[in-house]
């Protein structure tokens, strides 16, 4: 058996078929095909040219930082829970994508767990960044006595917690009598800020497989997401993709943007209308609930791994709506008006805890056609999300309670480099992690929440000038 350099197609008659293990690929050669006009992607130990197909993935850009190598983890990590994988290895599913089997990679994934790694064909301790961040942070871990993920009984409580201020707000707002129109539209705001809480706090770990040990538990906590109208399903591909590359690659998150006509990169061409994005794209933000609640359960459907589990998440997702038809009953516009304060509220804490960022990290990166500009060897994968990611720490009381309700999510470089730790040792680790970046010579971004809003808003008032594309 031999290694070659050159590209055999498959002769695949079955579904499940293996590729013919005498084309066997080597990583110099896997290498080489790491742009867009010559995409090779490794899942598996499977060789795929996706070269005809990245433009037709929901999330094509996110492929920029994971071409030319071994994606397994980026793979599984993001389409778990999935019918992803089965249609992989459908051969229909493959030539109607224009997908093509290439080989085998000539080399085993390093990875001990498919779900948690990202680039995964080198081992990251070869990086000497990594590997001191790693140490320091095992010893924080073992000095402290932490554990990385909640245990049951915390777990239990943090989600009955969250269901008693959910199901408080929702009382006052829409079944509540005796009660003043101001009051509800507060409460209402408040409902949709907390869901945004929820979300971020015990939803969004248990995308990154960080919240409990216990599957049930997960699952419950996933379905967080669906009770503020969003999907969880949906939030774990896009969310998983924005994690597999450099935190402000042109992602799903970030370059979304562009739907509300924002200019965020240099990569988008300038338009005139730029000028005022620092003033519109409020409105447009103040859309994004409402606007994608047909398409994520769309998504959701097209991805579901079972047809119980969509069920499942109509039945949540439609909680809010029935709560909100029931009060219209009483109240007529009256519902509708805290309806749409709720989904208004939801959208802009949305954009302001979980959008934007620090200005300099939509800087670091250039955009290079070439993937290997970034992800290849060479480059510390450590160093590039916490070059691409920043920290936003409380000064004052309010803050701790949305830090706190939030999941310390806003220590974001710490979540970047350990997303599959429970949220809450994030501002236990920070320390370290600051050490180590000093020690390295790199900058560790920290800031208060609102310097952090003034950063993006000079980011969007910069970018609304004509920037040339170099």
């Known amino acids: 058996m031999t290694v070659t350099s050159n590209v055999v197609a498959s002769d695949v008659v079955s579904s499940r078929r293996s590729v013919d293990s005498d084309c066997l690929i080597s990583v110099e050669e896997l290498h080489k095909h790491s742009s867009y006009s010559d995409a090779w992607i490794v899942i598996d130990n499977i060789v795929y040219d996706i070269t005809h197909f990245w433009a037709e993935h929901p999330f094509g850009d996110t492929f920029r930082?994971?071409?030319?190598?071994d994606c397994t983890g980026a793979f599984h990590s993001a389409h778990a829970n999935t019918s992803v994988t089965k249609q992989l290895h459908s051969v229909a599913f493959r030539e109607t994508n224009n997908i093509r089997q290439v080989g085998?990679?000539?080399?085993?994934?390093?990875?001990c767990d498919?779900?948690?790694?990202?680039?995964?064909?080198?081992?990251?301790?070869?990086d000497p960044f990594w590997s001191d961040l790693r140490a320091e942070v095992r010893k924080q871990i073992r000095?402290?006595?932490?554990?990385?993920?909640?245990?049951?009984?915390?777990?239990?409580?943090?989600?009955?917690?969250?269901?008693?201020?959910?199901?408080?707000?929702?009382?006052i707002?829409?079944?509540?009598?005796?009660?003043?129109?101001?009051?509800?539209?507060?409460?209402?705001?408040?409902?949709g800020f907390y869901g945004i809480m929820s979300s971020a706090s015990v939803a969004h770990a248990a995308t990154h497989f960080g919240f409990s040990q216990h599957w049930i538990l997960n699952k419950l906590a996933l379905h967080f997401f669906d009770f503020t109208g969003k999907s969880w399903l949906e939030w774990q591909m896009m969310h998983q993709a924005h994690h597999d590359g450099p935190h402000s690659s042109l992602d799903a998150q970030t370059f979304g943007y562009k739907a509300i006509a924002v200019r965020l990169?240099?990569?988008?061409?300038?338009?005139?209308?730029?000028a005022f994005q620092h003033i519109y794209c409020w409105f447009g933000m103040s859309l994004y609930h409402i606007a994608g609640m047909w398409n994520d359960s769309k998504f959701a459907f097209n991805h579901r791994d079972?047809?119980?589990?969509?069920?499942?998440?109509?039945?949540?997702?439609?909680?809010?709506?029935?709560?909100?038809?029931?009060?219209a009953q009483q109240d007529g516009l009256v519902a509708l008006a805290l309806s749409a304060f709720y989904s208004v509220s939801f959208s802009l804490n949305a954009f302001l805890l979980l959008f934007n960022d620090h200005a300099h990290v939509y800087h670091v990166l250039s955009d290079a056609p070439d993937a290997m500009a970034y992800s290849g060897e060479g480059l510390s994968w450590a160093k590039?999300?916490?070059?691409?990611?920043?920290?936003?720490?409380?000064?004052?009381?309010?803050e701790r309670f949305v830090e706190w309700s939030y999941g310390y999510f806003n220590y974001h470089i710490e979540h970047h480099l350990f997303p599959h730790f429970q949220p809450s040792l994030y501002p236990e680790i920070a320390p370290a992690v600051a050490l180590v970046c000093q020690k390295h010579g790199f900058t560790y971004t920290s800031s208060s929440l609102f310097e952090r809003m003034q950063s993006f808003e000079h980011h969007l008032r910069t970018m609304g000038v004509e920037w040339p594309v170099e």
């Not at 930082?65 to 190598?69: A, E, I, Q």
């Not at 990169?265 to 730029?274: E, G, K, S, T, V």
């Not at 590039?384 to 309010?398: E, H, R, Y």
């Open 306 to 327: 079972s047809n119980t589990e969509f069920l499942v998440h109509l039945a949540i997702k439609s909680i809010l709506p029935a709560c909100a038809l029931w009060s």
């Open 65 to 69: 930082p994971v071409l030319g190598t």
């Open 114 to 126: 498919r779900w948690h790694d990202r680039i995964t064909y080198a081992s990251f301790g070869a």
């Open 173 to 191: 707002t829409f079944f509540a009598r005796e009660v003043t129109f101001a009051f509800k539209a507060g409460s209402a705001v408040f409902g």
């Open 265 to 274: 990169h240099q990569r988008i061409p300038y338009l005139a209308r730029y």
């Open 384 to 398: 590039v999300q916490v070059q691409t990611s920043g920290d936003w720490k409380p000064i004052n009381l309010v």
């Open 104 to 111: 085998r990679l000539h080399v085993q994934t390093t990875t």
């Open 143 to 171: 000095e402290k006595g932490l554990q990385t993920h909640y245990t049951a009984i915390e777990a239990v409580l943090l989600l009955l917690w969250h269901m008693a201020v959910h199901s408080t707000w929702i009382y």
